[in-house]
């Protein structure tokens, strides 16, 4: 897979190409230069409207007047639900019951039509089947997609133009979409450009994947970064395999706490799976020191009563 500016291209007047942040307080705490992408002012409030948008935006007229169906955490399922509104496409988004309820309305304002499955990777698949056997629509996946992949690169491509000296590249870990397409844009625009995954010790099953050479799964692990409970996939584990330069792991504790610092610090509203990209330069300070470093803050739909009230 060889992402190329002519994908950039494809999405660019469809997508908001976000801002670029920093901050010299965090900067002269970690005597290094950090470089924040905003994916939480992205439509949607998440970097997953990039690679919905780019797969609808492939789909030839007959796909596209089938509809398309998806599972989805919450994210990917706004964002394919806004971009099918965009373009006129029947969108359907399989849910887990119990879904943040923030992220519920993020889809529910957009007209999709909304299935309720159990949680975990075998309720998915059953509502899914139960879908297919009674309507035809293309499945979008949130993450394991080659179209997916390939829009959720832009955001480290704008990023590599925004900072083009950029030393290394932190990026959330959950399904691989965005780590993948990272990896493919730093191979292509900046070569030397280290691109790092922070995953919860409690979903770590990219990390457990890399120790052992094979595809790990996990059903529905217990952390409070709900759009990083997704596996790798068969398309995503060997691109982040081949060519990420690590993957750390970072606790729930150290994940709330990042969240509420950066919120005091760069006024951001951001959810815990884009806190744990500064969680995991905290706990590696001396390895990031005098560099510069990219982090992509991947989504900002926060329920602020859970996070603020009860942690």
Same mark, same amino acid.
């Not at 790092?196 to 099953?205: F, H, K, L, S, Y």
């Not at 596996?231 to 990420?244: A, C, K, V």
């Not at 926060?302 to 942690?311: G, V, W």
């Given at each position: 897979m060889n992402y190329q500016y002519q994908d950039y291209q494809l999405v660019q007047d469809h997508i908001v190409q976000t801002p670029v942040i920093s901050n010299a307080d965090l900067d002269k705490e970690l005597k290094a230069q950090l470089f924040f992408k905003c994916e939480n002012l992205q439509c949607t409030g998440s970097f997953k409207y990039r690679g919905a948008m780019y797969a609808l935006l492939k789909l030839d007229a007959g796909s596209r007047a089938k509809g398309v169906v998806t599972v989805s955490s919450g994210n990917h399922g706004a964002a394919l639900a806004r971009a099918g509104q965009t373009l006129g496409i029947q969108v359907t988004v399989?849910?887990?019951k119990d879904i943040n309820p923030v992220k519920l309305n993020n889809i529910q304002q957009y007209s999709a039509e909304i299935i309720f499955a159990d949680s975990g990777m075998q309720g998915r698949q059953e509502a899914l089947a139960q879908f297919f056997s009674c309507q035809q629509a293309l499945f979008i996946p949130p993450y394991n997609h080659h179209d997916i992949v390939f829009g959720q690169a832009s955001s480290a491509y704008e990023l590599i133009e925004q900072q083009p000296d950029l030393d290394y590249l932190i990026v959330?870990?959950?399904?691989?979409?965005l780590a993948s397409g990272s990896i493919l844009a730093a191979q292509t625009f900046n070569s030397r450009l280290k691109v790092?995954?922070?995953?919860?010790? *409690?979903?770590?099953?990219a990390f457990q994947s890399m120790l052992t050479g094979k595809l790990i799964e996990h059903n529905n692990p217990?952390?409070?970064?709900?759009?990083l409970k997704a596996?790798?996939?068969?398309?995503?584990?060997?691109?982040?395999?081949?060519?990420?330069e690590d993957i750390m792991l970072v606790s729930e504790q150290d994940i709330i706490a990042a969240m509420k610092y950066l919120h005091q610090k760069l006024k951001m509203l951001i959810e815990p799976s884009s806190a744990i990209v500064y969680a995991a330069v905290l706990k590696h300070k001396?390895?990031?020191? *005098?560099?510069k470093v990219g982090l992509i803050l991947s989504g900002g739909n926060?329920?602020?009563?859970?996070?603020?009230?009860?942690?």
């Open positions: 399989i849910v887990p959330p870990i959950g399904g691989g979409g790092v995954g922070a995953e919860p010790a *409690n979903a770590d099953d217990d952390t409070v970064c709900d759009g596996s790798l996939g068969d398309l995503t584990f060997p691109i982040i395999r081949d060519g990420i001396q390895r990031f020191e *005098n560099k926060l329920d602020l009563e859970k996070f603020y009230s009860d942690c």
